[in-house]
């Protein structure tokens, strides 16, 4: 089955710190995949996409992600967080090729809190 | 330019009435798409329209939802007889391609089902 999987569901980190979230994903092809991330009260917006090519993808907002086939991780990052930073972050995967379905399938979200 | 929009922004029902929401995808995006959010649960995928094919309906969890995309641009997600556990915000997206391509949110429709 086709599924995203998000290990941490909260975490806080200090202003400056480096920070990690972790994604794995369970699909029958290599898929596309996303990052999104949710202030409260607002709409998801895109942080960056995986099509095919380098594995290493920049985003918007300083954060970068790195797609490792072998162990269907999309791992997000950044050097240094900022408090404006807090949020849900969502991973989600999409279909590559041809068939009917085109939705995106996410993770449950992990939310960052940020201490100053 | 403008973005997805979602109205209204929050609708609170009785246990039993109908209801509808709407969403204005970005012109020229063929695809849009529902999911429903609720509390610990992550994103659920409800229905997808892309251009004048039928409407992908696997993610509906109810006949008593439904949408319909009129023109290719507007589309009204309807729950009959709400129950309490319809109680999520609904969030609408829409692409340009179905394949894979980004989905732009809109800011979503909270319902509140008493």
């Known amino acids: 089955a086709q599924s995203v999987t998000q290990p941490d569901i909260h975490i806080t980190v200090s202003e400056g710190a480096s920070l990690e979230l972790r994604c794995n994903y369970s699909?029958?092809?290599?898929?596309?995949l996303f990052w999104y991330v949710q202030s409260p009260g607002q709409g998801l917006q895109l942080l960056l996409k995986?099509?095919?090519?380098?594995?290493l993808v920049q985003g918007i907002k300083g954060f970068e992600a790195e797609f490792k086939r072998s162990q269907s991780s999309f791992n997000l990052r950044k050097p240094s967080v900022h408090w404006s930073d807090a949020a849900e972050y969502f991973c989600?995967?999409?279909?590559?090729?041809?068939?009917?379905?085109?939705?995106?399938?996410f993770g449950k979200g992990t939310k960052l809190s940020v201490k100053p | 330019g403008a973005g997805v929009s979602q109205s209204p922004s929050n609708k609170v029902t009785e246990k039993g009435k109908d209801v509808e929401l709407r969403c204005d995808p970005i012109?020229?995006?063929?695809?849009l798409y529902w999911y429903r959010q609720s509390l610990g649960q992550g994103l659920e995928f409800l229905i997808y329209?892309?251009?004048?094919?039928?409407?992908?309906k696997s993610g509906l969890p109810s006949d008593r939802f439904s949408a319909e995309r009129t023109g290719g641009s507007v589309s009204t997600l309807t729950i009959q007889r709400t129950q309490q556990e319809d109680s999520a915000v609904y969030l609408c997206?829409?692409?340009?391609?179905?394949?894979?391509?980004?989905?732009?949110f809109g800011p979503g429709t909270r319902l509140t089902v008493t």
């Open positions: 997206a829409s692409s340009l391609s179905w394949a894979g391509a980004e989905q732009y």
């Open positions: 699909y029958g092809a290599t898929p596309y």
């Open positions: 995986y099509f095919s090519g380098d594995t």
């Open positions: 989600a995967v999409g279909p590559s090729g041809g068939g009917s379905q085109g939705n995106l399938i």
């Open positions: 012109s020229g995006h063929t695809a």
């Open positions: 329209f892309q251009g004048n094919s039928a409407p992908d």
